[in-house]
């Protein structure tokens, strides 16, 4: 859990990290108040206009209520409310994947761009579109749940959703874990493999394929494949002019974007090829704080541009 004092530019000014373990409702609000205290005790001199806050799961974002977080197990916990009578001032909660996707926007590589997507290449895939300069929320705040299409839903590797073959089990950074397990028997004297399974990292696998090692080669055109094919469905869904990709796959820069470019062309049929720009995300893993302190700033997470 981060939080952090963000002002009017988008420019982080204060920030407190704190690791949470207990997922308990009670200890969460209490971890978040006593970060949200820190770095309010260094804004003395400034006048805080409202509190943001990007939260795993589905949020109701009139009330700042978390409908369901499967991350903390959570149900119906009033989180906004909670804040709004422990600090006095305006408190707005929503998804942490579109608060990204609003900071990404609004400060990153997706300023002055009106049809934008960010993905986030992590554990899963988190993401969020932008349409007409409007972030999208759908009728129920789930707009934007990317990950959860399916890419390769006969040969594909099981969803944490239960379905086969979402574009996240097989693109996250888990995804290319799992390519890895899976073209491992024919590299029977990989390094990748030698030690522990559980041990095997996205990290690991990515450094290797960008040494040329095969099998984390033969294991990286699989995800660049499985990445590829979900790039072109949201290019056919929403035909943005802008997809910026962060989460840890993404370090990988040039490496990846070099792959996956022209094979997203290959994929693309309904709009011209190689009109769609594929970036790396620049953020980072501030973009959700930057995105959740926007919203604070405007009362919403909806408005234009
Ligand atoms: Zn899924």
Redesign the pocket.
């Known amino acids: 859990m981060l939080a952090t004092l963000v002002d009017e530019a988008g420019t982080i000014v204060a920030r407190q990290g704190q690791d949470i373990e207990d997922h308990s409702p009670e200890v969460v609000i209490k971890t978040i108040g006593d970060a949200v205290d820190a770095v309010l005790a260094g804004s003395k001199d400034k006048t805080v206009s409202g509190i943001g806050i990007g939260s795993p799961g589905n949020v109701d974002m009139a009330t700042g209520t978390i409908r369901y977080s499967p991350n903390f197990g959570w149900h119906d916990v009033p989180l906004g409310g909670r804040l709004r009578d422990r600090y006095k001032m305006p408190v707005f909660v929503a998804n942490d994947a579109r608060c990204a996707t609003l900071g990404e926007f609004t400060h990153g590589t997706g300023n002055g761009t009106a049809n934008f997507v960010l993905l986030t290449l992590g554990t899963g895939i988190g993401g969020g579109i932008v349409a007409a300069g409007t972030l999208l929320l759908g009728s129920l705040g789930g707009a934007g749940e990317i990950?959860?299409h399916?890419i390769r839903a006969t040969d594909g590797f099981i969803?944490?959703?239960?379905?086969t073959g979402?574009f996240?089990?097989q693109a996250s950074g888990t995804g290319l874990i799992r390519h890895a397990i899976a073209v491992a028997p024919s590299f029977p004297r990989s390094a990748l493999v030698s030690g522990k399974p559980e041990k095997l990292g996205s990290k690991a696998i990515r450094r290797a394929a960008e040494a040329g090692d095969p099998h984390g080669l033969a294991a990286w055109n699989r995800y660049i494949d499985d990445l590829s094919r979900g790039l072109a469905n949201i290019i056919a869904f929403v035909n943005p002019e802008l997809i910026a990709l962060g989460g840890g796959v993404s370090s990988a820069g040039d490496f990846m974007l070099s792959a996956l470019r022209p094979r997203v062309d290959e994929l693309t049929t309904m709009v011209p090829r190689g009109m769609t720009k594929i970036v790396v995300a620049a953020l980072g893993n501030d973009a959700g704080a930057i995105g959740a302190a926007t919203m604070a700033r405007r009362g919403a997470l909806t408005t234009a541009g």
């Open positions: 990950g959860h399916q969803c944490n959703c239960g379905k979402c996240e089990a």
